[in-house]
């Protein structure tokens, strides 16, 4: 089946990419922010989670065209007690709402540096964060049907992005190193998308039974949220105080 032969091949493709942007990301973590070797591995960051989102929504359009010949070895594990809708659920509606999640994060958390008077409000931007909240709100609404509290937990990060991205992208007033702060924000938050995917969807495949637990789940989202508080209050106390109209 040709949906079966292109899921296989994206697949591939989507743990190539994804493994350079798990190594590229703490490069620019644990380097000096602003420095040649921390500009470079952030462009590789970036660029490997725009691959990596993208080849994600092929993947889980191909869930959603075909859950039982993609997964096949889900359908009568005993965590799927819903069978092919809780298989297209998981993997088709949330991985694509993750993918797009990531691709958003990655490409605002860089907009942020390349662009910080206009604060990258053009209209890509504005239409990225109603794509997500639409892809967000779905996910929440799948998780409603099937009965998986996982997915309607984790669509509130989608809608909490989008809520501080329109924050910072529309309010009248920035201080000088609020795009810093995003830019901190969009990318390890790509970075928190990124693991979170490979360690649930990488169980699924090797160990079926930890694939849906919350600590698998939660882990990324605790680490990734302790460096951008990090991060984002080392920021401040060197800028505090300074602002601009």
Request: proline share 4%; aromatic share 10%; glycine share 8%.
């Amino acid at each position: 089946m040709l949906v079966v032969h292109v899921f296989e091949t994206l697949v591939i493709a989507h743990i190539l990419s994804g493994l350079v942007g798990l190594i590229a990301l703490w490069i620019p973590i644990v380097t000096k922010k602003g420095g040649r070797l921390h500009r470079k591995a952030g462009a590789v960051f970036v660029k490997s989670m725009l691959v990596t989102g993208t080849v994600a929504i092929g993947i889980a359009t191909s869930t959603l065209i075909a859950p039982v010949e993609t997964h096949p070895h889900l359908l009568d594990h005993p965590l799927f007690v819903g069978g092919v809708e809780t298989i297209r659920a998981i993997f088709g509606w949330m991985m694509l709402y993750l993918a797009f999640l990531t691709i958003n994060l990655a490409r605002y958390g860089d907009r942020c540096v390349k662009d910080k008077v206009t604060r990258g409000r053009g209209p890509w931007d504005s239409i990225s964060q109603a794509v997500l909240f639409v892809l967000s709100v779905n996910c929440l609404v799948q998780g409603t049907r099937v009965d998986m509290p996982l997915m309607i937990g984790i669509s509130m990060v989608g809608l909490a992005t989008v809520a501080t991205n329109l924050w910072y992208l529309y309010k009248p007033k920035v201080k000088r190193y609020d795009w810093q702060l995003e830019h901190v924000k969009g990318l390890v938050g790509a970075g928190i998308s990124v693991y979170t995917a490979f360690f649930a969807f990488g169980a699924v495949r090797f160990l079926p039974e930890m694939a849906l637990t919350p600590f698998l789940w939660s882990l990324p989202l605790i680490t990734g949220l302790a460096i951008i508080l990090y991060q984002q209050f080392m920021i401040r106390r060197k800028f505090s105080g300074n602002s601009v109209a």
